[in-house]
T-cell receptor
Framework: GAGVSQSPRYKVAKRGQDVALRCDPI?????LFWYQQALGQGPEFLTY????????KSGLPSDRFFAERPEGSVSTLKIQRTQQEDSAVYLC????????????FGQGTRLTVV | GNSVTQMEGPVTLSEEAFLTINCTYT??????LFWYVQYPGEGLQLLLK?????DKGSNKGFEATYRKETTSFHLEKGSVQVSDSAVYFC???????????FGEGTQLTVNP
């Protein structure tokens, strides 16, 4: 595709519900990042994939958060038993993986937990 | 750990005014520095970057210089336009292409 695509754009979940957020990176991009952006704040790193390997998950806030990229392309961020503090915009970014290469961001998924 | 601090916003200017958005950072070694922009309803876009001390990044009339001695990367533009209205984020990464650490963002509104 032309850019990084995220779906859904908006998600409302009841507290305790599980959600899955999808990211379609730019074709051929090796690196994929997930960030969480709370209202009025800058994005915070969650996790990083190089192809299908999750090389860094140090930013995941709890064991309720899980991310996968099984075939090295599409990635899914799953949040189990959502809580109100999970309400945020979740951003996905991909890059070719070369040193100095720019990361391209999707428009994000706005998650609201009620 | 790494951190980025931006000047508090929001910032409101008249068209053709001079813009400065301050950014300072804390990091070990020599990080790469970035400014990203988020226009209403759009995703984050890279505006400019600098990868070593004294480098100047520039794009669309915006400039920022990597100052190691003051650990700063202030964004400037000589004459802003209404179309520059957006949220601006300063960011760093340990190496260019790796995970980013962002500042809080600064909302800029330019009035005609």
């Amino acid at each position: 595709g032309a850019g990084v695509s995220q779906s859904p754009r908006y998600k409302v979940a009841k507290r305790g519900q599980d959600v899955a957020l999808r990211c379609d990176p730019i074709s051929g991009h090796v690196s994929l990042f997930w960030y969480q952006q709370a209202l009025g704040q800058g994005p915070e790193f969650l996790t990083y994939f190089q192809n299908e390997a999750q090389l860094d998950k140090s930013g995941l806030p709890s064991d309720r958060f899980f991310a996968e990229r099984p075939e090295g392309s599409v990635s899914t961020l799953k949040i189990q038993r959502t809580q109100q503090e999970d309400s945020a915009v979740y951003l996905c970014a991909s890059s070719p993986g070369r040193m100095g290469a720019e990361a391209f961001f999707g428009q994000g998924t706005r998650l609201t937990v009620v | 750990g790494n951190s980025v601090t931006q000047m508090e916003g929001p910032v409101t200017l008249s068209e053709e005014a001079f813009l400065t958005i301050n950014c300072t950072y804390t990091a070990t070694g020599y990080p790469s520095l970035f400014w990203y922009v988020q226009y209403p309803g759009e995703g984050l876009q890279l505006l400019l970057k600098a990868t070593k001390a004294d480098d100047k990044g520039s794009n669309k009339g915006f400039e920022a210089t990597y100052r190691k001695e003051t650990t700063s990367f202030h964004l400037e533009k000589g004459s802003v336009q209404v179309s520059d209205s957006a949220v601006y984020f300063c960011a760093l990464s340990r190496t260019s292409g790796s995970r980013l650490t962002f500042g809080e963002g600064t909302q800029l509104t330019v009035n005609p």
